[in-house]
């Protein structure tokens, strides 16, 4: 791996640009950006097809069989024409078995048993059965080592966000995707938010003007708990916290890294840089296992002193909202579809169509299968696509602001890239996970391991 002190700040931002070449094509990053002494041109929607090119047949793998990883085939399937799942992987009978039988029920799919994969290498499996897509659902703990293992076999990639839980993993996510780069493999993120066309049209206005210079954002994500598995008589410490992944931070990176993303996500596009430094803080009331906060608060500074600020929350029963506001020096624009200038009043707003609209151009594409769409077409008319570096960069600023709420200190963009943090065993199997389950937040000062 690249030496640490090597990936600095400025030069991870410079990794982005070039990794938006890829997203939205090298003429859209051209005419969006302005030489000296020249005038800023207007920059333009990228055209989002309804559905993928027709083609030669395409096979795709799916590794990590629950609920998002089966919905993620069915996107797929529903990207264009002559697509294929041929493959699972997973470490639970039960989960494959659940998403063969939805896959036949809504899709009339049959998956040979013999390319059904069971285990902690079930991975492996799935790459070596002639699949040309990797789709890669599992635990985002899993995500740096599955995306590596692609990159290795030649895979194309579609990897559900976040792409990793620390430090260690995001850095070898971003050395998997600059090899990727060198070998033209597409790689296509789950954070939907940039192939929406409501956000999308949204950015755009913005970035030409519509609010002015943008000098502060504030992004909300409160929302009622998720999931509890229960743990049964017999179940070890591993099946246990597998099943339960979305309550454990070695598994899931918290909720500010797993859920949270999306709305840092769209923070981070309008920004277009990196924080310097996070200031958080947080706490936990009333989750009933795992290891994860309830909320977090998180300060984000930027080199200019520009400040933004993010919370979430996963509280049962209390007020929820989702909100991306960005402001300007001549306005603010909720990031969905409205703009207002500083009196409050609404002067832009989303043409979403009627229902049974003739017109149906500015109809917003399930972003679900739209980040499908894209990646199909990009293989299909051998375009060069990635936005893996964008999601690197959003899942180090989440983890930087959980290490900020952990250990109530100010954390660094610098401290993040240099540091050595590694969630979770280095070996899997079933049985205990030591140190044991931790049921409650480590103290202020430390992050768990486990």
């Known amino acids: 791996m690249e030496n640490k002190k090597e990936l600095s700040r400025r030069n991870f931002i410079s990794n982005t640009a070039m990794a938006t070449i890829?997203?939205?094509?090298?003429?859209?990053?051209?005419?969006?950006?302005?030489?000296?002494?020249?005038?800023?041109?207007?920059?333009?929607?990228?055209?989002?097809?309804?559905?993928?090119?027709?083609?030669?047949?395409?096979?795709?793998?799916l590794i990590g069989c629950g609920g998002r990883g089966t919905g993620a085939a069915i996107n797929f399937l529903d990207a264009g024409p002559n697509l294929q799942i041929t493959a699972l992987g997973d470490v639970f009978?039960?989960?494959?078995?659940?998403?063969?039988?939805?896959?036949?029920?809504?899709?009339?799919?049959?998956?040979?048993?013999?390319?059904?994969?069971?285990?902690?290498?079930?991975?492996?499996?799935?790459?070596?059965?002639?699949?040309?897509?990797?789709?890669?659902?599992?635990?985002?703990?899993?995500?740096?080592?599955?995306?590596?293992?692609?990159?290795?076999?030649?895979?194309?990639?579609?990897?559900?966000?976040?792409?990793?839980?620390?430090?260690?993993?995001?850095?070898?996510?971003?050395?998997?995707?600059?090899?990727?780069?060198?070998?033209?493999l597409c790689m296509v993120s789950g954070t939907i938010r940039r192939v929406q066309k409501d956000f999308m049209e949204t950015h755009r206005q913005v970035a030409n003007g519509a609010i002015g210079e943008i000098v502060s954002a504030h992004i909300i994500r409160n929302g009622g708990s998720l999931w509890v598995i229960k743990r049964q008589p017999g179940m070890s410490d591993m099946e246990y916290m597998l099943r339960n992944w979305a309550n454990f931070c070695w598994l899931s990176g918290d909720h500010i890294v797993e859920q949270f993303i999306h709305e840092i996500d769209v923070m981070n596009w309008y920004m277009g840089e990196n924080p310097?430094?996070?200031?958080?803080?947080?706490?936990?009331?009333?989750?009933?296992?795992?290891?994860?906060?309830?909320?977090?608060?998180?300060?984000?500074?930027?080199?200019?002193?520009?400040?933004?600020?993010?919370?979430?929350?996963?509280?049962?029963?209390?007020?929820?909202?989702?909100?991306?506001?960005i402001t300007g020096t001549q306005g603010f624009a909720n990031a969905k579809g409205t703009i207002f200038n500083l009196k409050g009043e609404e002067v832009w707003k989303y043409p979403y169509p009627e229902e049974n609209a003739a017109d149906l151009t500015w109809k917003v594409k399930d972003p679900f299968v739209q980040e499908h769409i894209n990646l199909v077409t990009a293989i299909r008319t051998g375009t060069y696509l990635s936005d893996a570096i964008a999601q690197v960069n959003s899942t180090l600023i989440t983890i930087m602001g959980r290490m900020s709420a952990y250990t109530g200190k100010d954390v660094t963009w610098e401290e993040v890239m240099n540091s050595d943090l590694y969630l979770g065993p280095k070996t899997y199997a079933f049985g205990p996970v030591v140190p044991p389950i931790p049921e409650v937040i480590p103290v202020i000062g430390a992050e768990p391991n486990v």
Not at 26 to 38: E, P, Q, V
Not at 42 to 60: F, T
Not at 104 to 125: R, T
Request: proline share 4%; hydrophobic share 35%; net charge positive.
């Open 276 to 325: 310097v430094k996070a200031m958080g803080w947080g706490g936990r009331q009333r989750r009933v296992t795992g290891d994860q906060y309830d909320f977090f608060s998180i300060e984000y500074v930027y080199d200019n002193g520009m400040q933004t600020h993010c919370a979430a929350r996963q509280i049962t029963g209390c007020s929820n909202l989702t909100h991306q506001l």
């Open 93 to 184: 009978q039960d989960r494959l078995d659940k998403c063969k039988a939805e896959l036949k029920k809504q899709k009339n799919v049959d998956i040979p048993q013999e390319n059904c994969f069971l285990g902690f290498d079930a991975y492996e499996k799935v790459m070596d059965s002639g699949v040309d897509i990797v789709l890669l659902c599992t635990p985002p703990h899993f995500r740096p080592a599955h995306v590596e293992a692609a990159v290795k076999a030649g895979k194309h990639i579609f990897m559900e966000k976040p792409c990793a839980v620390d430090p260690v993993g995001a850095r070898s996510v971003m050395v998997s995707a600059e090899r990727a780069k060198q070998q033209e």
């Open 22 to 61: 890829g997203t939205i094509g090298a003429a859209g990053l051209l005419n969006s950006c302005s030489g000296t002494g020249s005038k800023k041109e207007e920059i333009k929607l990228p055209k989002l097809l309804n559905e993928a090119p027709d083609g030669k047949v395409l096979k795709a793998g």
